[in-house]
């Protein structure tokens, strides 16, 4: 089995900076592409940003120059800087990767979700 652990969610006010972690564990052999992703109250899942092994990124337009994704490949570990929230940002954020176990592929993986809360 793969798990993912988020961490880092809370309350913020607006402008301010909260830092996300997911860590993956069990029986992995590789973690192929990681993301974060979000779903606000009444609103579908949405993608806010993903990150290749190699380090390559994509955000959606609404946090472009605001979040920035990070990984340890190492730690099997990704981060997501949130910086400038706003109430808009509010939302259970969502840690997902791409898994390869020793058996072979594996398949996409979701974590438990964490809150952000951004006062305005």
């Not at 069990?26 to 974060?36: A, C, D, H, L």
């Amino acid at each position: 089995q793969v798990q993912l652990v988020e961490s880092g969610g809370g309350l913020v006010q607006a402008g301010g900076s909260l830092r996300l972690s997911c860590k993956a564990s069990g029986t992995i052999f590789s973690i192929n592409n990681m993301g974060w992703y979000r779903q606000a109250p009444g609103k579908q899942r949405e993608l806010v940003a993903t990150i290749t092994t190699g380090g390559s990124t994509n955000y959606a337009d609404s946090v472009k120059g605001r979040f920035t994704i990070s990984r340890d490949n190492a730690k099997n570990t990704v981060y997501l800087q949130m910086n400038s929230l706003k109430p808009e940002d509010t939302a259970v954020y969502y840690c997902n990767a791409e898994a390869y176990r020793y058996t072979g592929y594996s398949g996409y993986y979701w974590g438990q979700g964490t809150q952000v809360t951004v006062s305005s």
